[in-house]
């Protein structure tokens, strides 16, 4: 057989296409975030204080069960750990910020269409990866109590806080708890704070969009750690007042970071 004859049928290689660029950002590029985030909150209000408002009833509603179940003392850490899928739940918001910056038109149907469509690609896969570090962090509770406080059961969320509060083995699980916690939001913040929106508005994988995040944080980290650290508080405060601040943060919070993307990634229409 001619060593020139081509053998057909078979697949060509997929075509290589290099990691998003990272841009260094500053200061000023989070301000900025944060008014342009203001204004589409602004501007589409309705929108935003329903995503908000549905989120903050789904948080509610996980401490409630937790106290019907006689398992209270787990609130605290509960509504923590559903902190932890902001991300998540923020991309109906993403969507509201990309198409007010496209020019788009914002409908219901076409948000919810949208992000129906996300359950088979690969934006899909990054809610597993957030999924599965708040079920690591509910582990880690559930060890830390074991751990410091025994295999004892508590009346009340009262009676745990008394206990907590008012013994050194209390106060070492709340030291520790605390530095396990931040160390688990600051790997999930790195790997998710650019990568929700990367896959919505582009068709990457979520292993890159992963990388993308973590260079991102990794390029500047001061200005990222700084937006992790105010998301943070923010939360905190705004689940407090029995999760009814995340009706007003959560929107907001949701388009500063569609924003905060548009300044890190080059997307790849801006690259070309």
């Known amino acids: 057989m001619n060593e020139q004859t081509t053998i057909t049928g078979v697949d060509k290689p997929a075509e290589f296409r290099p990691l998003p660029k990272v841009r260094q950002i500053t200061w000023d590029d989070i301000t900025r975030a944060f008014r342009a985030g203001l204004q589409d909150f602004h501007t589409a209000p309705v929108y935003g204080l329903t995503f908000g408002a549905f989120f ?118 709340l030291i520790v708890g605390h530095f396990v916690g931040a160390a688990l939001s600051l790997i999930l913040f790195s790997l998710t704070v650019i990568s929700f929106p990367l896959l919505l508005e582009e068709d990457r994988d979520f292993i890159t969009a992963m990388i993308t995040s973590v260079r991102a944080v990794l390029t500047s980290p001061v200005p990222m750690i700084g937006w992790g650290l105010v998301v943070t508080v923010s939360l905190v405060i705004a689940i407090m007042p029995f999760f009814t601040g995340l009706i007003f943060a959560l929107p907001i919070l949701g388009h500063t970071t569609w924003h905060l993307y548009k300044a890190c990634v080059v997307s790849e229409g801006e690259a070309q």
Not at 62 to 83: E, N, Q
Not at 121 to 127: G, I, Q
């Open 56 to 173: 903050a009833f789904g948080g509610l509603f996980v401490v409630l069960c937790a106290s019907a179940f006689g398992m209270s003392y787990l609130s605290y850490p509960l509504a923590a750990g559903f902190a932890l899928i902001g991300p998540f739940a923020c991309v109906g918001l993403y969507e509201v910020s990309r198409r007010l910056q496209t020019g788009e038109r914002i409908t219901w149907s076409s948000l919810l269409a949208t992000m129906w469509a996300q359950k088979g690609r690969e934006l899909a896969w990054m809610a597993f990866v957030v999924l599965f570090v708040m079920i690591m962090w509910m582990y880690q509770v559930r060890l830390l109590l074991a751990l410091f406080m025994g295999f004892q059961s508590f009346a009340s969320l009262d009676s745990f806080m008394d206990k907590v509060l008012s013994t050194g083995d209390g106060w070492m699980f």
